[in-house]
């Protein structure tokens, strides 16, 4: 059932939140941070209600995903989508021009739109910076320019990525302040770390101090209603109330793929004798740690060292540190049943690190990617 549940609403909301700004949202302007946990939908709801939603009404959309590739740096994939967002732009028969001549009017007798500079400066020393290239696109579409970068967190592990930050930042005062001007820059990002990106408009030193950051919206009870719906569609019987399966969905963590699977479960155990309410919460109980698994079984397959470094992390009460001392080699040791050399941990970490369970979160601070999977590995720890 790979079909999505739309939320036409909620995006509307949300588009018109930051594109039309009541007197109460104007500090969206300053930069909207959604956080939510793995897997709850974030990056289907972005690129199927809201990137869709922001462009019928008539504004530049740049999307990016800092994760689609974690070994390319987040300025690098940054450049390469704004790029190809410009090209388009001087490419007169683009799609993306299409859309602006018929939403916006926009009249360009035939052309493309003309950049003052060589796209392939853009992002080079010397070179043509963020904030001129996206104060030409606002001018000359007379609109909105909205960048979205999914997993907005992934930026500040790295000084490169902590840079493109401040460059956005520089982006949107360079732009949004004009008196006057036709359209803003607005940047909206989200992330599977509450507390980090809370921490990326908290924190004084950060880029976007000041900006506002929600909870990610997770799926409800009409998603729930929906699916059983489809179900019933299908002939599934019997099915489940929509009580019990709502209760299901929220100790699933709000999970589509974690529901489906505790679903198709239920389908196959029919012949247990038990009602579908009774079995359906024991199978839920049961997959809830099943989204972890996958994330916990590479840490194994690293090593014992790297396990007692992941449990190190996880249990640290915020970022950890010093996982790289003497004391800490002398604990890992412990854990594993022999001497443990402070010069091991380093290639550890990192192959920890290129998994993605675990990520940097500033000098010599650590933590566990997804929040998620950290809190089932205490679960289970206890
Ligand atoms: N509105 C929806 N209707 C149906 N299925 C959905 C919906 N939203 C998400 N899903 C399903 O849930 C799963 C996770 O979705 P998605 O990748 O969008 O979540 P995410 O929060 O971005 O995850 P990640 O943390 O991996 O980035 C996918 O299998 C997706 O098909
Ligand atoms: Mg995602």
Redesign the pocket.
């Known amino acids: 059932m790979?079909?999505?549940?739309r939320?036409p609403l909620l995006a509307a909301e949300l588009a018109g939140r930051l594109l039309q700004p009541g007197v109460l949202d104007e500090g969206l302007r300053s930069g909207l941070f959604l956080s939510?946990l793995?897997?709850?939908?974030?990056?289907?709801?972005l690129r199927t209600d809201l990137v869709p939603e922001l462009e019928a009404r008539g504004a530049v959309v740049i999307y990016v995903d800092l994760?689609s590739d974690i070994k390319t740096s987040p300025a690098t994939l940054v450049q390469a989508a704004v790029r190809q967002t410009l090209s388009q732009l001087v490419t007169p028969s683009s799609p993306l021009l299409a859309r602006l001549r018929r939403i916006k009017g926009l009249d360009l007798g035939g052309m493309g739109f003309r950049f003052g500079f060589q796209l392939d400066q853009l992002g080079e020393a010397g070179g043509v910076t963020l904030a001129q290239a996206f104060t030409e696109v606002v001018d000359q579409s007379g609109g909105d320019v909205v960048l979205i970068l999914d997993?907005v967190q992934q930026a500040i592990t790295t000084e490169e990525g902590n840079q493109m930050l401040l460059a956005l930042k520089a982006t949107r005062d360079a732009i949004n302040p004009r008196p006057g001007t036709p359209g803003s820059f607005l940047f909206l990002g989200t992330g599977?770390h509450r507390a980090l990106v809370s921490e990326l408009t908290a924190r004084r030193n950060q880029a976007f101090a000041g900006a506002t950051s929600l909870p990610y919206p997770v799926?409800d009870q009409e998603?729930v209603r929906y699916v059983l719906e489809r179900l019933r569609g299908e002939g599934m019987e019997p099915l489940p109330s929509e009580e019990a399966a709502w209760t299901s969905f929220q100790t699933l963590g709000h999970?589509?793929?974690e529901f489906l699977r505790a679903l198709g479960q239920l389908r196959l155990s029919t012949s247990s004798g038990l009602a579908p309410d009774q079995l359906l919460p024991v199978i839920a109980a049961t997959l809830r740690g099943s989204a972890a698994d996958l994330e916990l079984l590479k840490v194994e397959q690293i090593g014992g060292l790297a396990t007692a470094i992941f449990d190190r992390v996880a249990r640290s009460d915020g970022p950890a540190r010093g996982i790289f001392s003497a004391e800490a080699a002398l604990s890992y040791g412990e854990a594993i049943g022999r001497e443990v050399r402070v010069e091991e941990i380093q290639p550890v970490v990192n192959e920890l690190l290129a998994a993605n369970v675990l990520m940097r979160l500033g000098h010599g601070l650590y933590g566990v990617t997804d929040p998620f999977v950290q809190e089932i590995w205490l679960e289970r720890q206890r």
């Open positions: 790979p079909e999505v549940f939320r939510g793995r897997r709850t939908g974030k990056t289907t709801f994760w997993e599977s799926l998603y999970r589509p793929e």
